[in-house]
């Protein structure tokens, strides 16, 4: 018998809105294949993007060209976007199964990594993910943010320490010009900040940074970069990879011009840059941050640390670990807790017993870990939707397949959902909102984020277009 399969449209559900299930839900929309398709991208937020959105610091450049070019994709109207519903509260996976032929996992590493050092839970230590999403305007995180450090230690050598280290060295002012909320300008506005520090435990030839990221530190007005020439330390490895890789050259040559340049011009914050420090305790008073125990490491010729038993303490009153994203773990699905990823094969999601589940993918952070930049997810799309594709005749085709059914199933739950002509509402309130704070404050701002969930959703909501 033919499988219905073969007479109507593949239904696939995508969990997740930001570059990966976008990237997926376009690949597959693209796809040379010779049978439809009909996608619901969803978020448990009332906008889509995820950490484009709700990850990136504000006033990083690149930013705008990721946000236009997933917007094209979803504004062309062939993939169905449903915001504000959560996988595993509003729907479980027994729906969707009922719903769908197919469902793909792109929700992303949304935790931070421990440290597991003593200290990490005074009052003042944070994972970075957090004041991230405070200064984005994520509706989840409280509006305000302790702000109240004059000194700052920034743990991490990667993109994100360098994004929170720059935003919370930043003048309040030279922000106004992004998206962000105003509470959290006001927030940052009466930060006593003086010095901001960021501690990467290798050498300046293994930073993770990016070229871009890097330089752009320099440029934040009346911060200056201090640097210590005895943290200049090379390697056999190192030397190895600023002679083989670009990029490790070209920051290599940017820190060392900062040492050579002395960037000391009397500014009233400044910008730490240490290597080869590693953590090792945060110091506590009352139960709050008063400093940061670190001992210097030794390079041990293949880019390895060893410490060398000579500690520092930093006096510090706030601690934020940039060491990594972790996957945060969902309903339902198998989690491996070391990786913090969905167990895997190319993108086929494995029960516990490591068997390829039926009609179960997975894509982008949760699949492969929290590393590696843009290209990488759409790399990642790419392998997961083809095992889709190649498994297509297999599928368990789903009971209710039809668009309406999941629509019915919401409403019968009360659950409001936004949709993409609501983003599309949100994201004009959101720049009517920029217009108006370019006429009364001093900049010109392009759009001022909206930020409480209820609000966000009422906006959306007044679009009120009906959704087939
Ligand atoms: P990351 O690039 O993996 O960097 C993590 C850093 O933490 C590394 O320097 C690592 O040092 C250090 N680290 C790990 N464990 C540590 C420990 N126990 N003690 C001290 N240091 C420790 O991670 P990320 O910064 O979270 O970035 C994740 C991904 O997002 C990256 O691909 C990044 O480029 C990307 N991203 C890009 C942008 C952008 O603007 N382009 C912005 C944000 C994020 P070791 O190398 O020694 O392990």
């Known amino acids: 018998m033919p499988s219905p399969l073969e007479n109507r449209p593949l239904r696939v559900a995508i969990i997740g809105a930001g570059p990966a299930g976008v990237y997926a839900a376009d690949i597959l929309t693209k796809a040379e294949r010779d049978f439809e398709v009909s996608i619901d991208l969803f978020d448990q937020h009332p906008a889509p993007y995820g950490l484009i959105r709700y990850g990136v610091a504000p006033d990083h450049p690149r930013i705008k060209g990721i946000v236009n070019a997933l917007h094209k994709v979803l504004d062309r109207g062939d993939i169905r976007f449903i915001g504000d519903v959560t996988y595993g509260r509003d729907l479980l996976l027994s729906d969707i199964r009922d719903l769908y032929d197919a469902v793909i996992f792109a929700t992303g590493a949304n935790d931070d990594a421990a440290l597991n050092i003593p200290g990490e839970e005074l009052e003042g230590s944070f994972g970075a993910s957090r004041v991230v999403s405070w200064y984005d305007g994520h509706p989840d995180v409280p509006r305000e943010w302790p702000l109240n450090a004059k000194e700052i230690a920034v743990i991490g050598n990667g993109n994100v320490a360098l994004d929170v280290a720059r935003v919370l060295s930043k003048h309040a002012d030279d922000l106004l010009v992004t998206e962000i909320p105003e509470n959290v300008y006001e927030g940052l506005k009466s930060s006593p900040v003086t010095d901001v520090h960021i501690?990467?435990?290798?050498?300046?030839?293994?930073?993770?940074?990016?070229?871009?990221?890097?330089?752009?530190?320099?440029?934040?007005?009346?911060?200056?970069?201090?640097l210590y020439p005895e943290d200049f330390e090379f390697d056999e490895a190192s030397?190895?990879?600023?002679?083989?890789?670009?990029?490790?050259?070209?920051?290599?040559?940017?820190?060392?011009?900062?040492?050579?340049?002395?960037?000391?011009?009397?500014?009233?914050?400044?910008?730490?840059?240490?290597?080869?420090?590693?953590?090792?305790?945060?110091?506590?008073?009352?139960?709050?941050?008063?400093?940061?125990?670190?001992?210097?490491?030794?390079?041990?010729?293949?880019?390895?640390?060893?410490?060398t038993g000579e500690f520092t303490d930093y006096p510090v009153q706030a601690v934020y670990r940039a060491i990594g994203y972790f996957g945060t773990e969902i309903p339902e699905v198998g989690f491996d807790a070391k990786r913090g990823v969905i167990p895997n094969v190319g993108g086929r999601v494995l029960d516990e017993s490591g068997e390829v589940i039926p009609g179960l993918y997975t894509t982008g952070w949760i699949k492969r870990g929290p590393v590696g930049l843009i290209g990488h997810t759409k790399g990642d799309a790419l392998e997961t939707i083809g095992h889709l594709l190649e498994d297509h005749a297999e599928l368990k085709p789903a009971a209710h397949p039809s668009e309406d059914a999941l629509i019915e199933l919401l409403n019968e739950r009360g659950i409001e959902f936004t949709t993409w002509e609501g983003w599309l509402a949100l994201d004009e309130h959101e720049k009517a909102l920029g217009a108006a704070a370019s006429e009364a404050g001093p900049v010109q701002r392009e759009r001022v984020k909206v930020v409480p969930r209820e609000e966000m959703v009422k906006v959306a909501r007044s679009a009120d277009v009906p959704v087939a």
């Open 199 to 226: 501690f990467g435990r290798r050498g300046p030839a293994q930073i993770k940074f990016t070229p871009l990221e890097l330089r752009e530190l320099s440029h934040s007005r009346d911060v200056d970069i201090v």
């Open 239 to 307: 030397d190895e990879a600023i002679k083989s890789n670009n990029q490790v050259k070209t920051m290599v040559n940017t820190l060392t011009n900062w040492i050579v340049e002395e960037q000391d011009t009397g500014a009233s914050r400044r910008l730490h840059l240490h290597f080869l420090q590693s953590p090792v305790e945060i110091l506590g008073e009352d139960g709050k941050v008063v400093g940061l125990k670190m001992e210097r490491q030794e390079l041990q010729g293949d880019g390895s640390v060893k410490g």
